[in-house]
């Protein structure tokens, strides 16, 4: 399998420490949806990232569709979802606002990294960052210790790191991590796992499609 994207997004990352969780080898092509646009128009119609390559050449692409995919194909053990109900619902609500939260703050990012000072509508920024501040403080008040749902490691778990330590790469100063100490501590504790050290966030990556880091 290929994945392709960049490890400074959310949403590529979320499905490399998956993979990495899952035990799947896979190898990884480094293409920018800015810099090497056509390239994953090629492979995605929608132009996004992440697109995993399976070995018979078939493309799927969001992380939503990338992750069932996977989860489906995990030994039950290994699994990041549970099967039986309430649990699956509420991991599955969990994991919608920490993926909706990883959107808001990418759009929040777009504005100030992709759009001229000229161009950026202030009442835009300003209603993302109260959907950015809302979904924290919702993920917050669920009181991790240390998993987000009974004593397993979900992908509730895995997508909140990741939405957290791309607050503090790219959105630096938006709010204070002393706001949300649970949710620092989950971001801290699942970092230090192999399975995300293995798919670290990438400043490298970051500034080689071109962001800009302003207005954090
Ligand atoms: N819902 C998608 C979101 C993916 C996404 O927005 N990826 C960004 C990179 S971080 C992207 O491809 N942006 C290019 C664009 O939207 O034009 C998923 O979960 O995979």
Redesign the pocket.
């Known amino acids: 399998m290929v994945l392709i994207?960049?490890y400074?997004?959310?949403?590529?990352r979320?499905?490399a420490v998956a993979l990495n969780h899952y035990g799947e080898p896979f190898e990884r092509r480094v293409l920018s949806?800015?810099r090497d646009?056509d390239a994953?128009l090629a492979l995605?119609p929608?132009?996004?990232?992440?697109i995993l390559t399976l070995d018979d050449g078939e493309s799927l692409?969001?992380?939503?569709?990338?992750l069932e995919y996977l989860d489906g194909l995990a030994a039950p053990e290994k699994r990041l979802v549970p099967a039986a109900e309430p649990a699956r619902r509420e991991v599955l609500r969990m994991e919608a606002v920490a993926?909706g939260l990883?959107?808001k703050l990418?759009e929040r990012g777009?504005e100030f990294a992709r759009r001229s000072a000229d161009k950026q509508d202030p009442s835009v920024v300003a209603r993302t960052e109260r959907q950015i501040r809302s979904a924290l403080d919702w993920l917050e008040a669920l009181s991790a210790s240390p998993w987000f749902c009974g004593s397993g490691f979900t992908r509730a778990d895995l997508t909140a790191a990741i939405a957290i330590t791309y607050l503090r790469e790219k959105h630096a100063g938006l709010i204070l991590p002393s706001e949300h100490p649970t949710l620092q501590a989950l971001c801290d504790r699942c970092e230090a796992m192999e399975h995300f050290r293995g798919a670290a966030y990438s400043a490298t990556e970051a500034a080689q499609s071109g962001w800009r880091a302003s207005a954090a």
């Open positions: 994207g960049q400074d997004s959310p949403f590529v979320r499905v949806v800015f646009f994953v995605n929608l132009g996004k990232v992440p692409f969001d992380s939503r569709f990338i993926v990883c959107e990418y777009y």
